[in-house]
C-alpha cells in the first residue's frame, strides 16, 4: 500500500495541538470508528482542549464513516451534515456531537480568502471561480 | 391553507388531510405525512366494503391530535347508516391511529377494511417546484407490517406501516376481515412509523403510544407549557382565546432539532417552514421572553452552535454569521439547495446579540451569556468586517450564491420588496435601513455585556463609540428630507431608497432614531398611507409598487406589527402602541385568535374584517409571538436591574388587563393595567412581588 499524505492522522495530531476557544464549554467524549484497519479514534473534547487516543472504549457519541468520505470531510471537502442526511456518515448516541466535531473541522478548500484593509473594511477583489461562480475575496 | 384541510403537527413532523382523515396527494399540494423536510406518507385511505367514508364531524382535540367522525356511503343515503367509524390521530415520530368500528344494528356485521397506502418521499422544495425523483423506490411487504422506501446512492428514507388487529398486507396497504356483533364495536391501531435510515434510531413506535392514553407524554407536556406560562385576566372574552391559542400554537411549533439534545426552539411556520429560521427563532423567542424564556436559551445555544467559521459562497458562510435557515429534505442532503445550512441573512447575527442580551436582562441567565461569549464577539466582528460589504460602515447584503441564493437577505425576502418611490429597484450590495438599527442595538447592548458580563471595559467603550457613530451617520444618510421619514435602504452607489415603508418602525425598536426625528417618523407610521385601521402595512399607499395584497408591498403583517408597537413604547409613543395592540387583538378574534402571517393592506373602512393574504403561512410563529408581545407592549413590562417595571397603557375597550406570575430575574410577578382613555396619562408604576 502506497501512502501519499495521511490527512486523516494529521487532522488528529494538529486537534490535539490547538486549543479550541469556541469549545470552552464542553466536556464530551466521541469516537470515530472508520471502516479501515485501524483502532478508532477516540477524542476527549474538555472545556477547549483535546486529547486524542486510539481506543475502542465507550464514547457520547459513535460516528462510523469510509476512510474515503472522512478524508473528504478532515480536508473540508465534503460536509458532514449533508453526508449524514445521505445515511455516507452514521451517527450513534448525542447527535448534538456532530456539530460540535463540525466545530473541528477545516473550512470548504474552494473558499474566499478575505483579509481586512487597514481600514477595517473587507476589501472585494476578483479571484478564482467558486463552485457557484460566486466573487472570490481577498486582499 | 386551503380550507377544508385538516393539520396537525408536532414539531417538524404534520400531516395534512381532508376532512375524513384520507391522504391523496397531487405533486404539488402538502398534503401527507411530512418529517424532516420528507413526505413520509402521500396516500392513506380508509374503504369499509371497498366505499369511501363520509365526514360528520372532525374534533381538534390537541394540537397534535384529531378525531374524525365518519359514516359509510354517499351522502344521499348515510343518514341510514348502521355503522360508525371513528379515527383518532395523533401526530409523533410518524402517527398513531386508532380506528373503531361501531354497528349500530340489530344484526352483526360482516365487513372488509382497507387502507391504501403510499409514499412519494418527495422533498418539501419538490412539492412546491414539482420537480421529480431521482431515486428508486422499494415496497416490502411481511406478514405483520408493509415497508415503503425510498433510495438514492445511500440517501434512504422509510416509512413502515402495522396494525395490532390481524391484517393481510400488500404492496398498496392492508386489509381485514372484521366481525362485529349487534351493537358491538371493533378496533385497531394503525401505526405510520418514519425513519431517516443512518441517522438515529431506526422504527420506533410513535412516541404517543395509544392515542387514547390519558398519560401522554404529548398532553402532559403540553399542560405544563401552558401552567408555567403567565396567566392572564382580562375583561376581554376574545383576548383570552387569543392568548390561549397563541401559547398552545406555540408549543405546537416547537421543534426539537437533532442538535438541540431535547431542548425546543420555534420552528418558522406550517407547511413550508416546519424548520430552524434564524430569524423568525430569534424574533419569536423575543415575543416569548417574558412567557416562556427557555425557547431564547434554545435558539442563542442552537445558532450559536452553528455559527459561520469560513467562506463558503454555496451556502453563504461567512465567519462568525448566523445561520438563516436549516433543512433535512433529499435537495439539502445533495447539496441542490445550500440549506445545510444556509447562511444568507443579513439581520440575524446583529438580532442574535439584541436576543442574548434581552434574554439576560430578563433572567438573570449570565452563565448563559459567559458561555456565548465567543460566539457573540464573532457575531459582532462579522457586521463590521463581512457585513460591510461596501466599506461604508453599513451592513449590507449581495448574494455569493447566484444560483440559489436569496436577493433580498432582509424580512422582507419577496423579490420586489425593497424598491423607490417611483417602484424601480436598487442595484446591490443593498443596505436596508432596520439592518443599520439592528446593528446599532447590537453593538449597544454588546457594549452593555462587555462590561458588567464579560468585564472587558475596553471592548465596552469601542463597541459603545461605534454604536454613536452608527446613530450619527445613519440618521444623515437615511433621511428623506422631503419627506421627513427614513428611506427603506441605501442602494449600490450609497443613495437613498426613498420608499415609506413599516421598516421605520423597526428603527425605533432598536433605538437608532435620534428624538427630534421621532416625531415625523411617528406620524407617517399612524397616518393613513401606513395605517390601514387594522395595522401599520408594509410599503405605504402611494409608492409606486404600493398593492393592498402585496406580499412585502402593501399587506399587513403581524409580527411586524408587534415590533412596531414595541419600538412606539420604546419612544414613549403609548396612545399609538395600544391602537395598533388593540387593532391587531381585533384582527386576531376575525382568525379565531390564530393571527396568520399576513393580512391584506385594505383600508379598515372598506373591509369589515381584515382579509387573509392568499397563501399565508397558519399557524406561523412569529404571528402567534405578535399577540404575546403586545401584552408586554400594552402593560410596558420591562426590566430595569433586578426589577420588572410595568407602565401600562391599556386600550379603553380591553378593560382590566393583568399577568399574574411573571417569570424572571426577580422570580414571578403580577403586572396590571386598566384600560381608559387616552388623554389622562397611565400612572407609572412598579411591578409588585407577590406575597
Known amino acids: ?139 | 391553507m386551503t380550507t377544508g384541510q385538516v393539520n396537525i403537527l408536532d414539531g417538524n413532523t404534520f400531516v395534512v388531510c381532508d376532512k375524513t382523515g384520507d391522504i391523496e396527494a397531487t405533486p404539488q399540494d402538502t398534503s401527507g405525512l411530512f418529517s424532516f423536510d420528507t413526505r413520509f406518507l402521500s396516500h392513506w385511505v380508509l374503504t369499509v366494503d371497498g366505499e369511501r367514508l363520509n365526514p360528520l364531524s372532525v374534533d381538534d382535540l390537541q394540537y397534535f391530535e384529531s378525531r374524525f367522525f365518519l359514516v359509510p356511503g354517499t351522502a344521499s343515503i348515510y343518514v341510514n347508516a348502521t355503522l360508525s367509524v371513528i379515527r383518532r390521530r395523533a401526530v409523533g415520530t410518524g402517527f398513531h391511529e386508532e380506528l373503531t368500528i361501531l354497528n349500530h344494528d340489530d344484526k352483526p356485521a360482516d365487513l372488509t377494511v382497507r387502507v391504501d397506502a403510499d409514499a412519494d418521499f418527495a422533498d418539501l422544495f419538490e412539492v412546491k417546484d414539482n420537480v421529480g425523483k431521482k431515486g428508486k423506490y422499494y415496497h416490502r411487504v411481511a406478514s405483520d407490517h408493509l415497508l415503503i422506501g425510498y433510495e438514492r446512492d445511500t440517501y434512504r428514507r422509510e416509512t413502515l406501516v402495522s396494525a395490532s388487529a390481524p391484517a393481510r398486507f400488500d404492496e398498496h396497504g392492508l386489509t381485514m376481515t372484521v366481525h362485529i356483533e349487534p351493537h358491538g364495536e371493533w378496533m385497531t391501531d394503525l401505526d405510520v412509523v418514519t425513519a431517516l435510515v443512518g441517522w438515529g434510531e431506526r422504527f420506533t413506535r410513535p412516541k404517543y403510544g395509544h392515542a387514547g392514553g390519558e398519560d401522554r407524554p404529548m398532553a402532559q407536556s403540553l399542560r405544563q407549557w401552558l401552567d408555567e406560562a403567565p396567566t392572564l385576566e382580562t375583561d376581554r372574552e376574545g383576548l383570552k382565546s387569543t392568548y390561549r391559542r397563541s401559547l398552545v400554537d406555540l408549543a405546537a411549533l416547537r421543534f426539537s432539532p437533532p442538535i438541540a439534545g431535547g431542548a425546543s426552539l420555534p420552528a418558522a411556520g406550517l407547511p413550508w417552514f416546519m424548520a430552524l429560521f434564524g430569524r423568525d427563532a430569534i424574533f419569536t423567542s423575543l415575543q416569548a421572553l417574558p412567557f416562556t424564556p427557555e425557547l431564547a436559551a434554545t435558539t442563542l445555544l442552537a445558532l450559536g452552535a452553528w455559527q459561520g467559521r469560513y467562506v463558503d459562497d454555496f451556502r453563504e458562510e461567512e465567519p462568525g454569521r448566523i445561520l438563516h435557515e436549516m433543512r433535512y429534505g433529499e435537495t439539502a442532503a445533495f447539496e441542490e439547495q445550500p440549506h445545510s445550512p444556509y447562511y444568507g441573512t443579513a439581520d440575524a447575527t446583529a438580532l442574535y446579540i439584541v436576543l442574548l442580551d434581552e434574554y439576560e436582562r430578563w433572567t438573570g441567565d449570565t452563565q448563559l451569556v459567559k458561555a456565548c461569549e465567543p460566539q457573540a464577539r464573532a457575531a459582532l466582528r462579522w457586521l463590521d468586517e463581512y457585513g460591510d460589504r461596501q466599506g461604508n460602515g453599513y451592513v449590507s447584503y449581495k448574494r455569493a450564491n447566484e444560483e440559489n441564493g436569496l436577493e433580498n437577505q432582509c424580512w422582507k425576502d419577496s423579490w420586489d420588496s425593497i424598491n423607490y418611490r417611483d417602484g424601480r429597484l436598487p442595484d446591490f450590495p443593498r443596505a436596508t435601513c432596520e439592518l443599520q438599527g439592528y446593528a446599532y442595538d447590537a453593538k449597544f447592548r454588546g457594549a452593555r455585556l462587555a462590561r458588567y458580563v464579560w468585564h472587558d471595559d475596553e471592548y465596552a467603550h469601542t463597541l459603545a463609540r461605534q454604536a454613536e457613530d452608527l446613530k450619527h451617520r445613519f440618521n444623515n444618510d437615511f433621511w428623506v428630507a422631503d419627506g421627513k421619514y427614513f428611506g427603506v435602504a441605501l442602494d449600490g452607489d450609497g443613495s437613498v431608497v426613498d420608499s415609506l415603508t413599516s421598516n421605520v418602525g423597526h428603527l425605533l425598536w432598536s433605538g437608532i432614531v435620534e428624538r427630534e426625528k421621532a416625531e415625523s417618523v411617528v406620524a407617517h407610521l399612524m397616518g393613513r398611507e401606513l395605517f390601514s385601521g387594522w395595522g401599520i402595512r408594509t410599503l405605504a399607499e402611494g409608492q409606486a409598487r404600493y398593492n393592498p395584497i402585496g406580499y412585502h408591498n402593501g399587506a399587513v403583517w403581524p409580527f411586524d406589527n408587534s415590533i412596531i408597537a414595541w419600538g412606539l413604547r420604546r419612544y414613549g409613543y403609548k396612545t399609538e402602541a395600544a391602537r395598533i395592540a388593540s387593532a391587531m387583538l381585533d384582527a386576531a378574534e376575525y382568525f379565531n385568535g390564530r393571527l396568520p402571517e399576513a393580512f391584506a393592506g385594505y383600508d379598515r373602512s372598506y373591509t369589515q374584517y381584515p382579509v387573509e393574504y392568499p397563501t399565508a403561512c397558519s399557524p406561523q410563529a412569529w404571528s402567534t409571538g405578535a399577540p404575546l408581545l403586545l401584552l408586554r407592549t400594552m402593560l410596558g413590562l420591562n426590566t430595569s436591574g433586578q426589577f420588572l417595571v410595568t407602565d401600562p397603557a391599556v386600550p379603553p375597550e380591553i378593560g382590566y388587563l393583568a399577568l399574574l406570575d411573571i417569570r424572571g430575574r426577580w422570580g414571578r410577578i403580577d403586572a396590571f393595567g386598566r384600560g381608559r382613555p387616552f388623554e389622562e396619562d397611565p400612572r407609572r408604576s412598579w411591578g409588585r412581588p407577590r406575597s
Open chain 1, 1 to 139: 500500500m502506497t501512502v501519499t499524505t495521511d490527512h486523516i492522522g494529521d487532522f488528529f495530531d494538529q486537534l490535539a495541538e490547538t486549543p479550541q476557544p469556541l469549545l470552552h464549554d464542553i466536556y464530551a467524549t466521541m469516537r470515530i470508528d472508520l471502516d479501515d484497519d485501524g483502532k478508532p479514534w477516540h477524542l476527549t473534547l474538555d472545556h477547549g482542549r483535546i486529547s486524542v487516543s486510539r481506543s475502542d472504549t465507550s464514547a457520547g457519541a459513535i460516528v462510523r464513516s469510509d476512510r474515503a468520505l472522512f478524508e473528504q470531510i478532515v480536508t473540508g471537502e465534503a460536509n458532514t451534515l449533508t453526508a449524514a442526511l445521505r445515511g455516507r456518515l452514521r451517527i450513534e448516541g448525542d447527535a448534538r456531537l456532530l456539530v460540535v466535531f463540525t466545530r473541528l473541522l477545516p473550512g470548504p478548500p474552494r473558499r474566499r480568502t478575505t483579509v481586512p484593509s487597514p481600514t477595517g473594511h473587507t476589501e472585494t477583489t476578483p479571484g478564482t471561480k467558486s463552485r457557484n461562480g460566486g466573487k472570490e475575496r481577498r486582499s
